[in-house]
């Protein structure tokens, strides 16, 4: 069975500080794939990465960034100078290679305040 | 190019009455999915549709819940005799799965509100 743990529920941190979001996973498939999603005030879901279990590179995207660890099966996005835009709530999320649905977490909420 | 789009964007029904909730994705996706987020929660899996092939609709919680994908485009998510459980935002996502899953784009929901 899989499944997304995001055990921080919310976060609250000051404008052009860094934020890690945690994101730990379960599957029993040695091939998957690892999703984030955006979901901000507004309420419409932003995709924001894909990584497939083959590959443990990071990656940075702008001031995001993701650090994939099979060992730990944590896959943890961090804001580098967060900004009030930022403000969302953030979903992880897995999906089993074969399988036709993604096992989403429970989310982070994210507010970033001037 | 035009995103997913669901209507009505809010509907609130009475308990015990039939509601359809209607889908349309993104041009050339194959997979769509229907998804409900309930107040302040994750998104549960409801069911998944991937061109001509039999759906998956291991995710939906009730026999009360039906949804059909008509000429593999637009979908309609229906569920009967509403009961005040069922009040959630429902998502819906395409997605042009080639190898593996693929990102999925959401459409902005419908909020289910029964009394």
């Known amino acids: 069975a899989q499944k997304v743990t995001q055990a921080q529920t919310e976060i609250s941190v000051v404008e052009k500080e860094d934020v890690t979001l945690d994101c730990v996973y379960e599957t029993r498939d040695t091939t998957y794939y690892l999703f984030w999603y955006k979901q901000p005030p507004s309420g419409e879901l932003v995709f924001l990465i894909r990584r497939n279990s083959f590959d443990e590179q990071n990656e940075i995207s702008g001031r995001y960034s993701w650090n994939f660890q099979k060992s730990t099966s944590s896959f943890n996005f961090t804001i580098t100078a967060s900004q009030v835009v930022d403000s969302a709530v953030y979903f992880c999320a897995l999906s089993e290679a074969l399988g036709n649905d993604m096992r989403f977490g429970a989310g982070t909420r994210l507010t970033v305040k001037p | 190019g035009a995103g997913v789009s669901q209507s009505p964007s809010n509907k609130v029904t009475e308990k015990g009455k039939d509601v359809e909730l209607r889908c349309d994705p993104i041009s050339g996706h194959t997979a769509l999915y229907w998804y409900r987020q309930s107040l302040g929660q994750g998104l549960e899996f409801l069911i998944y549709f991937q061109g001509n092939s039999a759906p998956d609709k291991s995710g939906l919680p009730s026999d009360r819940f039906s949804a059909e994908r008509t000429g593999g485009s637009v979908s309609t998510l229906t569920i009967q005799r509403t009961q005040q459980e069922d009040s959630a935002v429902y998502l819906c996502?395409?997605?042009?799965?080639?190898?593996?899953?693929?990102?999925?784009?959401f459409g902005p929901g419908t909020r289910l509100t029964v009394t």
């Open positions: 996502a395409s997605s042009s799965r080639i190898i593996g899953p693929g990102e999925q784009y």
